[in-house]
């Protein structure tokens, strides 16, 4: 399944044995290149913890974005959420104290949590692992989704990937040769030959049409509204002004009277 940018399916219903396609990666970094981009357009919720702390942007960033993303893939929902402060609080709350850099110099700490490091607000989730639980959409090791095994093999290469220092931060080939990514990510991907993924982006815009055409409609029609306000507020502006023109002066007061 291959979608127009911007559209998402409200429900799985009707979509049967989907191939999916993932691309744009204009925020990607080239691992052969290190460079310090020095900014990041990605989402905040994204974004490693260096980009919130002016530390130097490289190519590990994608490690801790790819997790986030996957994560958000196989569990419906996002590991953090999209506010700065707030997505700090959570990776401490996820994956351990910050770095004594970071900590002292983070000024909403005291919003989040007390002088001793305990959350002011009871968390919804206590750990990376108990997140994944319900990513696993299961109270438990024993009624989670995936199996025992899985579940490890995962939740190992996650803290790889999201690890605060990035320096210490998995690389992609690492990633590739991971027990979750060679046992059970690998053997489910089914990469399509060139002309196959062009069809079916073909196909996607096709069957998406007539609603962008729908949608076209109503902005041209919005448009045409607010234009023809701006047209009726100018010309009654116009009038007022001309009325304030043609309108006599006040008569001099007579100061010989």
């Not at 994608?62 to 958000?72: Q, S, V």
């Not at 607000?121 to 438990?140: I, N, Y």
């Not at 029609?221 to 001309?242: D, P, S, T, V, Y």
Request: aromatic share 10%; with cysteine.
């Amino acid at each position: 399944m291959c979608l127009p940018a911007m559209t998402e399916l409200i429900s799985h219903e009707n979509v049967h044995d989907p191939k999916i396609i993932i691309g744009d990666f204009g925020e990607a970094f080239f691992a052969t290149v290190q460079e310090d981009r020095g900014y990041l357009n990605t989402p905040i919720k994204l974004r490693p913890p260096e980009a919130f702390f002016n530390e130097c942007l490289g190519p590990k960033v994608d490690a801790w974005t790819l997790a986030c993303t996957a994560f958000e893939i196989l569990g419906m929902h996002g590991l953090f959420p999209e506010i700065e402060d707030l997505c700090i609080a959570e990776m401490i709350i996820h994956l351990g104290p910050l770095p004594e850099k970071w900590w002292e110099t983070w000024e909403a700490k005291d919003e989040f949590f007390y002088p001793g490091g305990s959350p002011r607000d009871k968390p919804q989730f206590k750990s990376l692992a108990e997140h994944m639980l319900a990513m696993g959409r299961g109270q438990t090791p024993e009624a989670c989704e995936f199996s025992k095994e899985e579940f490890a093999a995962l939740e190992g290469l996650f803290k790889k990937m999201l690890t605060y220092e990035s320096a210490d931060r998995i690389t992609s080939s690492e990633m590739v040769a991971s027990d979750w990514m060679q046992k059970w990510a690998v053997r489910d991907i089914v990469e399509p030959a060139p002309q196959q993924a062009l069809q079916a982006l073909f196909e996607g815009c096709r069957e998406f049409d007539p609603i962008f055409k729908e949608q076209d409609k109503k902005r041209l029609a919005k448009m045409a509204k607010l234009k023809a306000q701006k047209a009726r507020a100018n010309a009654k502006e116009h009038q007022e002004n001309k009325a304030e023109v043609r309108e006599p002066p006040d008569e001099a007061p007579d100061h010989y009277a």
